[in-house]
Structure formats: structure tokens, C-alpha cells
């Protein structure tokens, strides 16, 4: 069992940056992929970015156009996205999630956060 907690949602003018941050807890925690999707309101949820426990990473380049860096700190079991150059588009629910696998899909993912809030104004 994995519990997955968001931060640092919030309000954020065009072109800003925000840190989000995915405090994990269990037993597993180390052993488990963890996945950024975000969910706008009237769309599906998409990928983001997601990284293993050595660091490999996985990212939706093109959507994200290399605004979006993911990084991961063992130690803390704490996963974080900054997001840097922020438009109105990337307003949406933002969620972490674990995954036994590195993956891009949803579906993929066993356990997920309750979300954190992200408004970009313009």
C-alpha cells in the first residue's frame, strides 16, 4: 500500500513557476514509479512526466515543451514537478501516482493522490 499526497498547487500569473510536490509513504514507497497527470476541467487526464527510483524519467515533451522538470528525492520519498513558464492551458488538477512500471498510460497506475489545484491567470 502506497499513500500519495500533493502540494504547492495554486494561483499563478502567465509565465510563472510553481513547485509541486508528491510526498509518498508505505513500506514500498522506494520500489514504486512515480507519474504527474493533469486533469483540466472538460478533458481527460493526461500525462505529464513520471521517473523512477534511479532516476529515470519519462516526460509528454510536446506538451509540455521542456517547461516541465520532474525530479525525485529518495530520501525524503518525495517526488517533485517544477513547472516553469506557465500559460493559462496548464490550468488543471494536477495528481501523482505510483506505478510498478515505467508508464505514460493512466491505467497503468495503482495508487494515486487526491490532486492539488493549479490556476495560471493570464
Known amino acids: 500500500q502506497v499513500q500519495l499526497v500533493e502540494s504547492g498547487g495554486g494561483l499563478v500569473q502567465a509565465g510563472g513557476s510553481l513547485r509541486l510536490s508528491c510526498a509518498g509513504s508505505g513500506r514500498t514507497f522506494s520500489s514504486y514509479v512515480i507519474g504527474w497527470f493533469r486533469q483540466a476541467p472538460g478533458k481527460e487526464r493526461e500525462f505529464v512526466a513520471a521517473?523512477?527510483?534511479?532516476?529515470?524519467?519519462?516526460s509528454d515533451a510536446d506538451s509540455m515543451q521542456g517547461r516541465f522538470t520532474i525530479s525525485r528525492d529518495n530520501a525524503k520519498n518525495t517526488v517533485y514537478l517544477q513547472m516553469s513558464s506557465l500559460k493559462p492551458e496548464d490550468t488543471a488538477v494536477y495528481y501523482c501516482?505510483?506505478?510498478?512500471?515505467?508508464?505514460?498510460?493512466?491505467?497503468?497506475?495503482?495508487?494515486w493522490g487526491q490532486g492539488t489545484q493549479v490556476t495560471v491567470s493570464s
Open positions: 501516482a505510483a506505478a510498478r512500471y515505467l508508464a505514460t498510460l493512466q491505467y497503468d497506475y495503482t495508487y
Open positions: 521517473i523512477t527510483w534511479s532516476g529515470t524519467r519519462a
